[in-house]
């Protein structure tokens, strides 16, 4: 079983972590499709740490005055580091038949 997404074979096997407001953590890399993370072959384990992961997204943000909060540089440091792990957590367990790339969010970088 594969991710299912926009591109012509319908399933990708090339995946990026992204986070992004109101979306799943999982995007097809070729597509950009925003893929369902309960489709993919993993424990539930990771299921649950990429749910949790993309909510925690933009906690950098106050989202009333769409500007940054306090810490928002070590809170968004923090977040990218824990998606760094999860895309190695990924990778272990989908296997090599899967291109697992990862992408920080930079939005408090000045
Ligand atoms: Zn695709």
């Known amino acids: 079983m594969r991710a299912n997404c926009g591109c012509k ?32 072959p993993v424990s539930d384990s990771i299921k649950d740490a990429l749910l949790d992961w993309a909510a925690q997204y933009g906690v950098w943000i106050d989202l009333e005055t769409n500007r940054l909060v306090e810490d928002a540089e070590q809170l968004e440091k923090t977040h990218n580091a824990a998606g760094q792990v999860l895309a190695d957590k990924l990778k272990a367990e989908l296997g090599i038949a899967y291109t697992i790339q990862f992408t920080p969010s930079v939005m408090s970088a000045s």
Do not use: P, R
Not at 12 to 39: H, M, P
């Open 9 to 40: 074979e319908g399933t990708t096997t090339n995946i990026t972590i992204e986070g992004e407001f109101g979306a799943d953590a999982l995007w097809c890399t070729k597509c950009t499709y925003n893929l369902d993370v309960e489709e993919l």
